[in-house]
T-cell receptor, first 117, second 112 residues
Framework: EAQVTQNPRYLITVTGKKLTVTCSQN?????MSWYRQDPGLGLRQIYYSMNVEVTDKGDVPEGYKVSRKEKRNFPLILESPSPNQTSLYFC????????????????FGNGTRLTVT | DAKTTQPNSMESNEEEPVHLPCNHSTISGTDYIHWYRQLPSQGPEYVIH???SNVNNRMASLAIAEDRKSSTLILHRATLRDAAVYYC?????????????FGQGTELSVKP
């Protein structure tokens, strides 16, 4: 089944303890992206990757890192989490970022709810 | 970055059509108009997208204004399962298609 898989689904951690949220897709998609969702603020893009080894900042990249060493995986790294990073996180992928019409629909994971105390 | 504007919330009755509007006055010629919806406790899911012409699929229809500065997502017969937050976004078809702005979307409630 074609899907985007995020792990873990729920995570509670303490301030300053490094963590990684994994994202994997099995559709050979070039484009991957991370979002956070907070009440009243909608979905905000953190980072995106147009292809392997190509990453760029979204609207709210501060406090996050990403890497894209292989096509299927796009982990989100919080080197020193803080309480203001408590949020619901979504990973998404699409065949390509642009190009012809069929490339563009985004597929989302089920989300990771992170709490930083 | 081109942005979209949607009403915060809308209400509909079950079995009736729903028209969800979206304004995108700064749309560029290479932007596709995408719609996604997010059901409670789930990730967003793709609904439909288009460039210039109106589009239909099994989920909905997309009506695009002639000047492309606005669009309307049409649910022909709303069901209780259509209660969700609906997002309208613009996605560049070329090399700038990476950065996306979702906004807060429209929360649709459906009354039985």
């Amino acid at each position: 089944e074609a899907q985007v898989t995020q792990n873990p689904r729920y995570l509670i951690t303490v301030t300053g303890k490094k963590l990684t949220v994994t994202c994997s897709q099995n559709m050979n998609h070039e484009y991957m992206s991370w979002y956070r969702q907070d009440p009243g603020l909608g979905l905000r893009q953190i980072y995106y990757s147009m292809n392997v080894e190509v990453t760029d900042k979204g609207d709210v990249p501060e406090g996050y890192k990403v890497s894209r060493k292989e096509k299927r995986n796009f982990p989100l790294i919080l080197e020193s989490p803080s309480p203001n990073q408590t949020s619901l996180y979504f990973c998404a992928s699409s065949l390509r970022a642009g190009g012809s019409s069929y490339n563009s629909p985004l597929h989302f994971g089920n989300g990771t709810r992170l709490t930083v105390t | 970055d081109a942005k979209t504007t949607q009403p915060n919330s809308m209400e509909s009755n079950e079995e009736e059509p729903v028209h969800l509007p979206c304004n995108h006055s700064t749309i560029s010629g290479t932007d596709y108009i995408h719609w996604y919806r997010q059901l409670p406790s789930q990730g967003p899911e793709y609904v439909i997208h288009g460039l210039t012409s109106n589009v239909n699929n099994r989920m909905a229809s997309l009506a695009i204004a002639e000047d492309r500065k606005s669009s309307t997502l049409i649910l022909h017969r709303a069901t209780l399962r259509d209660a969700a937050v609906y997002y309208c976004i613009l996605r560049d078809m070329g090399g700038q298609g990476g950065k996306l702005i979702f906004g807060q979307g429209t929360e649709l409630s459906v009354k039985p």
